[in-house]
């Protein structure tokens, strides 16, 4: 669970990389900009690069005739005959998957201050992928992007994994193997590592397995924590010695 040198980026990595790229030199890469007022364009903009993309174009033809299970709130799930060994998700057709907002607040003591929403902009979703890769030897794959199921919806972005065996830890133990690797919990189903800041998010028992003593957070949202959650986690004590900038 080491953070990935750059020059040591698997091949995965790689892809989604050069995948976010090129999307750059068509959508705006930045923060600022409202994704959720301008799904309709957003859409109009990626169905045209669909259509001239030849990684799609072999996506959609892997996809004929492959039937889809809903996989929870984001993605549907598919495999393709030709790799038995991975799963294919594809995010639902109004959104990129989700994502994380922080509260500082928790009027009904759950101990949870991340809740989460659904998410128009594809750059997180394709950033969200390379972060976990750069921490795992579990590597996340981008396969293509499809039409929408309807016209003007968001068009499906397909990414794929190796499949994990069946069993959900509990939350202790997930706590115990992310220690190891300088997790530490800040929330419910989330934890961050103080160093680099990596925040990892929706990191509950349905979205983790524990492989050989190892956590493998295949669908947790990772994310680089924003300034307001590093100033929570400081100002509450969540975690009392913070790291020295040298």
Known sequence: MQVAALEDASPESRELAKIIRQLGNILPDDASFNWQESRRWCAKILGEYVAKSKKSKKLIKQLEGVRYVVGGDEHFLAHVSSEPNRIYKLTHTDNFGCRSYFSRHDPDLTGRHFHGTGNADPFFYLKR??????????????????????????????????????????????????????????????????????????????????????????????????????????????????????
């Open 129 to 246: 992928w390379l972060l976990l890769n750069s921490i795992s030897e579990f590597q996340t794959r981008f396969e293509g992007i499809v039409p929408p199921l309807q016209s003007a919806w968001l068009p499906m972005i397909c990414i794929s994994q190796p499949t994990l065996g069946p069993k959900n830890p509990t939350q202790g133990e997930i706590i115990n193997a992310m220690a190891n690797y300088d997790f530490i919990k800040i929330s419910q189903d989330a934890f961050l590592d103080p160093s680099s800041e990596l925040l990892l998010t929706d990191a509950a028992p349905r979205n983790v397995r524990i492989v050989g003593g190892i956590p493998v957070p295949f669908d947790a949202i990772a994310q680089v924590a924003s300034i307001e959650t590093m100033d929570w986690v400081w100002e509450s004590e969540i975690i009392r010695k913070k790291p020295q900038i040298v």
